[in-house]
């Protein structure tokens, strides 16, 4: 899925979207005596704002572009606070983190129905044990009830609230429902397909969901429809024609992004929409590739057609770069330290077959694979002392790394590599990743053998590392 990303390389473009002049700021005001050296801002684009306290120990954010914008306030124990912007609002926050949550100002009140019908979502998904469940169309339904309850509470307040805020959110909302009908039903089919045939977790109306999506650039500020309309609706086209060809319990590839190139080129109109799909569809071409040459054509293709001539050269420059992370390369070398503070290196395990996997605590798909894919790999190979399963983290807090390790109780060995911010280290860079959970396998000479190896939960996964043991 790689939705991390996907996420990233949103936030390279997002510049398309038609920003409004004016800034907006929110300042939280802590009561109870609450202390906080600062407080963490998320802007649903993958980089952070941070705040110290003023004079008047308040902490005050101020937000320049992509206005309205809705964000989420981090603070202590994992608490989330929720508001949104529009251009030129002055939002007052006064909070204890647990039990008081007061937004004051001009609009407020947008604010304040939003925590509401995220509470209510919250409230609804802790009753809830999605591992009790077997069959995904249970699943599924289980999702699609919970994405509907802030659909109704922001209808039911729609007098509250300001039409920007109604407008933007029942955009985001819709389309949140529509990815889960378009992507979310397609993941869990495939993560329960040795038990139910793949057609059978779809919802019944998937081949006609393309008849809901509409193309309109001046939404393309909105989150859910961004991410739908340029990171999952190209796969969903895909997969809606293998079903119509009546091939969806055959085998086919989770991600083809080079078959998802050709359903931008069939589907989508000129427009801003358009190029940022091929934006972002071109890299995980490259991505994507076992072997880099074979995507070549398509690579040219775009480069002679859609790109721009500083683009061109970075496509080709990250070509170049994937072909030296082909199989039989030298992997990069590194050095990192352990979780108790000794320097590792990847030479250490030469003579050993490795399984890479570059993660990072705030990715939920990493999450996953370690909490439930992992354990039964690691079982696998539990009386092979050749194989070593190193786990390489991008988290920029140390504290976060650790944390992860211990909640998700993560054998192997464990390496942190430092991130600025998102997947910015020299790791990353190194092993040309450009998102997470990433999967490379090392061969016992230090040479890739496999630089996008399958997840530790995917059936052919245990079969590569064996192909790797037996070179």
Not at 79 to 93: N, P, R, V
Not at 299 to 311: F, G, L, Q, R
């Amino acid at each position: 899925m790689k939705k991390i990303t996907l996420i990233l390389l949103l936030c390279l473009y997002t510049s398309l979207v038609i920003a409004q002049q004016k800034t907006a700021t929110i300042t939280v005001d802590l009561e109870g005596g609450l202390k906080l050296d600062s407080i963490r801002l998320f802007k649903y684009d993958s980089y952070n704002l941070y705040a110290k306290p003023d004079a008047g120990s308040k902490y005050k954010f101020e937000i320049k572009d992509k206005l309205p914008i809705g964000v989420i306030i981090n603070g202590p124990k994992d608490k989330q606070i929720y508001a949104f912007l529009e251009s030129g609002e002055d939002l007052q926050l006064k909070t204890d983190f647990d039990q008081k949550i007061v937004f004051s100002g001009k609009d407020a009140a947008n604010s304040t129905v939003l925590n509401n019908y995220m509470k209510a979502l919250d409230n609804f998904n802790k009753k809830i044990n999605y591992t009790n469940m077997s069959v995904p169309t249970q699943i599924m339904d289980t999702v699609y009830k919970a994405d509907q309850i802030p659909i109704d509470l922001l209808m039911a307040n729609k007098a509250k609230v300001t039409p920007g805020f109604y407008n933007f959110q029942k955009v985001n909302l819709e389309y949140e429902l529509l990815q889960d009908k378009a992507w979310t039903s397609y993941m869990v089919a495939h993560q329960k397909k040795d038990k139910f045939k793949m057609s059978e977790g779809l919802p019944p109306d998937f081949a006609d969901l393309i008849k809901q999506v509409k193309f309109d650039d001046q939404l393309l500020n909105i989150p859910n429809y961004r991410y739908l309309l340029t990171v999952y609706y190209p796969s969903y086209l895909h997969r809606r024609e293998i079903m119509l060809a009546g091939k969806m319990d055959s085998p086919h590839e989770l991600k083809d992004a080079l078959n998802e190139y050709k359903m931008i080129l069939k589907y989508y109109p000129a427009g801003m929409i358009r190029d940022e799909a091929f934006k972002i569809c071109i890299r995980q071409v490259l991505d994507q590739a076992k072997d880099v040459s074979l995507t070549k054509p398509t690579i040219d293709d775009y480069i002679a057609k859609y790109a721009s001539a500083a683009e061109a050269g970075e496509i080709l420059d990250e070509y170049n770069r994937k072909l030296k992370m082909s199989a039989g390369q030298m992997a990069p070398a590194f050095s990192l330290k352990s979780l108790d503070g000794k320097e590792v290196s990847l030479q250490d395990f030469k003579g050993k077959v490795v399984y890479i996997d570059f993660w990072a605590s705030w990715c939920g798909p990493c999450r996953y694979e370690m909490q439930n894919g992992s354990p039964k790999l690691h079982a696998r190979f539990k009386d092979i002392k050749d194989v070593v399963f190193l786990y390489v983290s991008f988290d920029s807090k140390v504290d976060d790394w650790k944390k992860a390790i211990a909640d998700d109780k993560i054998e192997g060995i464990h390496l942190l590599s430092q991130a600025r911010s998102g997947l910015d280290t020299p790791i990353a860079k190194a092993f040309n990743i450009n998102g997470i959970p990433h999967y490379v396998i090392i061969d016992k000479e230090g040479r890739i053998f496999d630089n996008n190896a399958s997840r530790p939960s995917e059936n052919g996964t245990e079969a590569r590392i064996r192909e790797a043991l037996k070179k």
